[in-house]
Every structure is written in structure tokens, then in C-alpha cells.
């Protein structure tokens, strides 16, 4: 009798030991069904999500109207060609020198007057947040002041209204591929080419190591390294503001 009893008592202590383990199975399931399941982002899904902000619909438009006066007009010559090769080769010196002394302009009080811009104020908003994706897009209030200022040096600048338009209509070229290229590298899409994890790498350290570091956007090693601020991470400290631009939050 006593031998049955242990036996049944052995068989009692399996059973329950064997269902604590199917109930301690079941829960770890749901919970991991429960927890949001990281997909992979491709660049159709970028490319879509793109779409849903201002700034690439207002630059489109004007590169549409553009090109289309530029085809209507005609009186296509070999000058034509000086302005886009000329913008092309200093673009990342402009971008340079725009992200450094317009982005980064550090507010300033002239007479009981703050002097600040709205460029510069969502800049330093999107470096409080590099994720929060309104921020990375050229506030469309200020984009418009650009598009129109430019426009309208460009057709007072030029000689002839064909370069005007063609010099305009690189402009918007260049202007809609710094907008994706930003975009690009601030979503969850992963670098799958070896120049744009270059661009990626050096974006990201600007932001995330040191923001008086790494300031081009489209190019990497280009304007940086010939103006100087593009070091080895490595010997570079992580910079206490690279969050809050001038600790003026």
C-alpha cells in the first residue's frame, strides 16, 4: 500500500509539475504575441511615408512648373549648362555653410531684441528630437520665403531667362534630394549601400556625438573634410548639447 501510494503521489507531482510547465509555456507565448514585433522598413515604405509632408509636394510643384516653362521656352544653349555644374560641384560647401551659420545660428539679443529665425528655432527642436518627423523637413512658412527669394534672384541674376529657369529648376532638383536624403537617414530604414551608410554614419554622429562635427547631409567626407570637421570619431568627446543646441533649453 505504502509503495502505491508513492507511486501515486510520484505520478500526481509529474502531472502538476507538467502542467505548470504547459501553463508557464502558454503565458510566455501570449506575452511575446503581446510585445509589437519590429518589421523591417523598406524604402517603398520610406518613400510612401515621404510623400505625407509638405516640403517634397511645394519643391515638386515648383520643379514641375519649372521645367515645363523651361521645355515651352526653348532657346536651349551650352550656357545653359554653367549654373547646374557650377551649383552641383559647391552644394556640399552651401550645405555646409548653410547647416553651420543659418541652422546653428545661436539667438542673439541686439537692443532688448532677440534675433532668431524660424529655420534655426526648428532646428534646434529637431535636435532635442532627431525622431519626431515633422522636425526633419524645411518648415514649410520658411520654405516658401526660400523659394520665392530664390526665384526671384535667379530672374533678375541671369542675362537670359533660359539660364534663369534652368538654374531655378536645378535648385529644386538639389533641394528634393537633400529632403529625402534627410529623411532618409532619420527613418528606420537601414543603409544597404556603402556610400549611404557613409551618409548615414556622418548625419547620425552630428547628432548623436557631436554637433560642431559632421555637418553635410547628402555627401559625407566631402565639404567636412576639407573645412575641418570631419575627425575621427574616435578622438572626438560626446558633446553635452548635441541635444540641446547652445544649452539654451
Known amino acids: 500500500m505504502n509503495l502505491r501510494r508513492t507511486i501515486t503521489h510520484i505520478r500526481t507531482s509529474a502531472d502538476r509539475a507538467s ?4 501553463r508557464a509555456r502558454v503565458r510566455a507565448e501570449e506575452a511575446a504575441q ?3 514585433r519590429r518589421t ?3 524604402l517603398g515604405d520610406v518613400f510612401r511615408a515621404f510623400w505625407h509632408y509638405p516640403s517634397p509636394w511645394m519643391i515638386s ?3 514641375v512648373t519649372v521645367l515645363a516653362c523651361r521645355i515651352i521656352l526653348g532657346d536651349w544653349r551650352g550656357t545653359d549648362a554653367y549654373s547646374p555644374v557650377i551649383l552641383i560641384l559647391l552644394f556640399p560647401f552651401l550645405e555646409w555653410l548653410i547647416h553651420v551659420f543659418v541652422l546653428h545660428w545661436r539667438p542673439r539679443k541686439v537692443g532688448g531684441v532677440v534675433l532668431d529665425t524660424l529655420l534655426a528655432k526648428k532646428h534646434r527642436e529637431h535636435h532635442i528630437d532627431p525622431r519626431d518627423v515633422p522636425l526633419v523637413f524645411i518648415p514649410w512658412r520658411a520654405l516658401i520665403w526660400v523659394i520665392v527669394g530664390y526665384n526671384a534672384i535667379a530672374l533678375i541674376a541671369f542675362p537670359r531667362l533660359g539660364q534663369a529657369l534652368t538654374f531655378m529648376l536645378t535648385v529644386a532638383v538639389t533641394g528634393l534630394i ?4 534627410h529623411y532618409l537617414i ?3 530604414y537601414r543603409p544597404r549601400s ?5 551618409v548615414w554614419r556622418n548625419h ?5 556625438k557631436n554637433e560642431h562635427y559632421w555637418f553635410t547631409v547628402t555627401t559625407a567626407a566631402s565639404a567636412d573634410r576639407l573645412l575641418g570637421t570631419y575627425p575621427a570619431p574616435a578622438t572626438v568627446q560626446t558633446s553635452p548639447t548635441a541635444k540641446n543646441l547652445h544649452g539654451a533649453a
Open 186 to 188: 532619420h527613418s528606420d
Open 178 to 181: 537633400y529632403e529625402w536624403t
Open 204 to 208: 547620425r554622429l552630428h547628432h548623436y
Open 34 to 36: 503581446s510585445v509589437p
Open 40 to 42: 523591417e522598413v523598406t
Open 61 to 63: 510643384g515648383v520643379l
Open 194 to 198: 556603402r556610400a549611404y551608410k557613409a
Open 19 to 22: 502542467d505548470e510547465a504547459a
